[in-house]
Structures are given as C-alpha cells and as structure tokens.
C-alpha cells in the first residue's frame, strides 16, 4: 500500500494511491488508521507532500554499505555510526534542496531508504523490530561535505533546512531484500546499490536505535547510502528512487 501526503484545495489530506487517485483517509494513518472518507481525487489534482514531516527527530546511519565505507577512506564501523538530522530539515516532494553557498563550498546527494517508526519504541529487541515499522519512503541524506570534515562532528554539515528530502510516498510492504537505491543527477546515474548490501540490518538499526532514545511514530531511520556520492550545483535536478517505492525528485538553488 502507498500512502501520501498531500494538498488538495489548499487543504492537507492524506490518501491511498489506487489506480492514478487517491482514495482519501479520514486523518493522518499513522495516528488515526485507515478509515476512508469515500472521496476518490486523481492525482493529477494534488500537491504531494513529504508524506511525513517526524514530530521529533530524523535519525541517520553512516557508512552502512562497505562500497560506500571505502570511498569515505575506511573500514565500515562495527557499530552503527547514528547521527540525527532535525526534523526542520525535512522537505518534500518537488521542493528546492538550497545550498549554503555562504559557509559551504560543495554539497553532496545520499540516496537511501528510510524507515518511517509506526508505534513507540524502547529497547526493541531486533527479532520484534519489524513490528514497529510503519513503512518506508525514499530519502536524501543532503550533505555539506566540506563542513563534514572541517567541523569533526556532523551536525551542521547535515542539518541545514531543505537538506532532508523525502518522499513521494511511505510504501507500507517494501521488500527490502529486491529493492534498489538509484540516484540521478540531470538524469545521469551516479548512485545504484541493493538495500541488501547494507551492513547493519533495519532489525538491527531498530533495535540500537531503541536503546539510545525512545523513537516516536513518524520519526524516521535513515539507512545509510550505496557508493557514489558526489556533488550537486544550483540548476541541478536530483532524484532518488527506490524501486518498489517510487522517485524523489528535487531541484537545486544556491542561498
Ligand atoms: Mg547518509
């Protein structure tokens, strides 16, 4: 099932994507289920949004792919490398990424899968993770590469407003062992890894995650990025697509 976010008539709805409409939900499913309106809007008519915007954080995993590790300069972690984004961060479908091009000279895109937590969860062992995942959507870890280095830890280097990019849709049956993480820029491929290769598995982040902090429903788990990270430029058009969920399409600005 495909779930949006969506404005329709300067109103925020949500819906389940059937056959080019959106069947619309009485409220937001992640706190109020299912039930339908019995409104059918095609979606040629709507806006869509990122399809969740988390109430309190956006938790990322670095270095999870080895092929990515090793163009970073090093050996994957042991352990999951978390960091968190705010969730100010997050934009959605069609919106402008706006590079900081007054403190930071390169900004890169990181195409990956993200986890969106459908009910709360403390100290989740890793075989009930999967209980507590709503579903997935297709992210982008945006990236102020320069500050990442220079600052020595990560918090502004990933935290600027536009730089979390979500969306279309939260796919609520994802096979996570076929899906495939392509990033284009202008069209041309940089990024094409298999969810599969990821080192430390979404039961496992669920369950690390889980005993650092309590994770809220709507809070999302960024899953790490395939090799082929590289930098965008005002103009730019960058899409990430996950095959089973669907394609991000953003373009670029400079501040
Ligand atoms: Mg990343």
Known sequence: MKIARFSHQETLRYGIIDDGELVVLEGDPLFAGFDTTGERIPLTEVTLLAPVIPRSKVVCIGKN????????????????????????????????????????????????????????????????????????????????????????????????????????????????????????????????GPMSDMIHSVPDLIAYASAVFTLLPGDLILTGTPAGIGPFEAGDTVEVEVSGIGVLRNTVRDA
């Open 65 to 192: 792919y080895h092929d990515h590790a090793a163009e970073m300069g090093g050996e994957a972690p042991a352990e999951p490398l978390m960091f968190l984004k705010p969730n100010t961060s997050v934009i959605g479908p069609d919106d402008v990424i706006v590079r900081p091009t007054a403190v930071s000279s390169r900004t890169d895109y990181e195409g990956e899968v993200a986890v969106v937590i459908g009910r709360i969860a403390k100290n989740v062992p890793a075989e009930r993770s999967l209980d507590y995942v709503f579903g997935y959507t297709v992210a982008n870890d945006v990236t102020a590469r320069d500050l990442q280095s220079r600052d020595g830890q990560w918090t502004r280097a990933k935290g600027f407003d536009t730089f979390c990019p979500v969306g279309p849709v939260i796919e609520t049956d994802l096979d996570t062992d076929a899906a495939v993480i392509t990033t284009r820029v202008n069209g041309e491929v940089r990024q094409n």
